[in-house]
């Protein structure tokens, strides 16, 4: 049983908007001291701008599909999902200010992405947005969804004692332009150990390393996006990690479209992950 490619909204009744920008992301609050966080689940690019954008491009095909569908089931876990409204096109939520290469000597998207994954164009000739049109992206959906990041772990952790963040992401299985040959099913990322506690990164390995049937690397070509490197404190009481999860393992991928059956297949490894991540707790006082 499939349905189209566009997200599914998440339980209205725990979502709260965020204070600062209404229309930029909604945080949907939990009881723990886990915060779910879906950077690149939004498929919204604003009216006002799509005249700059490429046929192709309106189709925001390098969305991280579903995931806020996917995850739903956290929420009754008592984890805390964070969604953002826009696309990664308009701007990425997981890039620095500073729009410096995530992975060093190797194709990346920038801040505002001017390329599709597979290389070609995302603006039309002549569009691209200028420094001051980023830097009103930057202020307008940027800072308020790291502001809410920041704001909400401070919280988890005085209540809790500790916070951990997870950054939640997908991707295709191929795509030549980033990588060579075919991504494992999961990417479990703590940039070489350092946004997290070394146990929380073991455990997690541990719950991949259980079963079988979904192939798992750790810290190897997806080590940590911006989010994970910026939040992930660990020696302050704050905990990072990212799972880069090909659409393969939960969803068909050409074209992106849900499928109930392939993502009921994964729900019960993603479930473990959710819970180890809540149950989890630091061996040593922030």
């Known amino acids: ?125 002549g569009l691209e947005p200028d420094e001051a049109e980023i830097a009103r992206r930057v202020q307008t959906y940027w800072r308020p969804y790291h502001d809410t990041v920041q704001r909400t772990l401070q919280q988890l952790k005085r209540t809790h004692g500790h916070a951990v963040l997870f950054d939640a992401h997908s991707i295709k299985s191929e795509l030549p332009w980033l990588f060579e040959g075919q991504l494992p099913h999961m990417n479990l990322g703590t940039v070489d150990g350092h946004s997290c506690e070394p146990l929380l990164r073991d455990r997690l390995a541990a719950d991949f390393g259980a079963q079988s049937r979904y192939s798992h690397v750790v810290d190897q070509r997806f080590k940590g996006g911006h989010i994970t490197r910026h939040f992930g404190q660990p020696q302050d009481g704050i905990h990072a990690v990212q799972l880069e999860m090909c659409w393969r393992a939960y969803m068909q991928e050409s074209p992106p479209q849900w499928d109930d059956g392939i993502a009921a297949e994964v729900t019960p490894l993603l479930r473990q992950v959710v819970q180890t991540l809540l149950n989890w707790r630091p061996t040593a006082a922030a």
């Open 1 to 125: 049983m499939t349905a189209s490619p566009s997200n599914a909204t998440a339980p209205q009744a725990h979502t709260t908007q965020t204070s600062t920008a209404p229309a930029v992301c909604r945080l949907i609050a939990g009881n723990g001291p886990l915060l779910i966080s879906l950077p690149h689940v939004g498929t919204a690019i604003p009216s006002d701008q799509q005249h700059r954008y490429t046929e192709r491009a309106l189709r925001v095909e390098d969305t991280d599909w579903f995931l806020d569908r996917l995850y739903a089931f956290a929420s009754a876990l008592g984890a805390s999902l964070l969604v953002p409204t826009c696309n990664r096109y308009l701007i990425d939520l997981n890039r620095p200010l500073q729009d410096t290469p995530m992975y060093a000597g190797r194709n990346n998207t920038e801040l505002c992405p001017t390329r599709h994954f597979t290389g070609e164009p995302v603006y039309r000739a």
